[in-house]
């Protein structure tokens, strides 16, 4: 279980869900994510993040 926030995007991990939050700060508490990926094959060790060219995670 994970999360990391950077430019108003949160990211979140947890049973094999990557949820993701754009613009999260202008949303109510307990809003749904924007998408949601689901992969128990990929999703199943250490979660890596990074930052591309447009400021984005």
């Not at 613009?23 to 094959?41: E, M, P, Q, V």
């Amino acid at each position: 279980m994970g999360t990391f926030a950077k430019n108003n995007q949160l990211i979140a991990y947890r049973d094999y869900r990557l949820m993701v939050w754009n613009d999260y700060t202008n949303k109510a508490s307990g809003a749904s994510a924007d998408f949601t990926l689901i992969d128990k094959h990929i999703f199943r060790g250490w979660s890596h993040h990074t930052v591309v060219d447009k400021n984005r995670l």
